[in-house]
C-alpha cells in the first residue's frame, strides 16, 4: 500500500495510548478493521498509478510521484 498507511495508522493507534505491548497489538488490529474499504481502495489505485509510472520510465526518476 502507499505510505500514507503507516501514518494513518500511527494517529489512530496512539490516541488511545497503549500501555503495553499487547494493548499496542490490540489497538492496531482494531484500527486496521475500521479502515474504510473506500480508502484502501484508493491507496492501492493510487499504488498501481504510481508503479505504472516506474516502469514507463524503466525504473528511473520519476517527478512529482
Not at 475500521?34 to 526518476?61: D, F, K, N, Y
Amino acid at each position: 500500500m502507499d505510505f500514507w498507511f503507516w501514518g494513518y495508522l500511527k494517529s489512530k493507534v496512539y490516541t488511545s495510548n497503549p500501555r503495553n505491548l499487547s494493548d499496542l497489538k490490540e489497538a492496531i488490529k482494531r484500527e486496521v478493521l475500521q479502515i474504510p474499504p473506500a480508502m484502501i481502495r484508493s491507496s492501492l489505485l493510487s499504488t498501481i498509478s504510481r508503479m505504472q509510472c516506474v516502469i514507463i520510465c524503466e525504473g528511473g526518476h520519476v517527478e512529482n510521484l
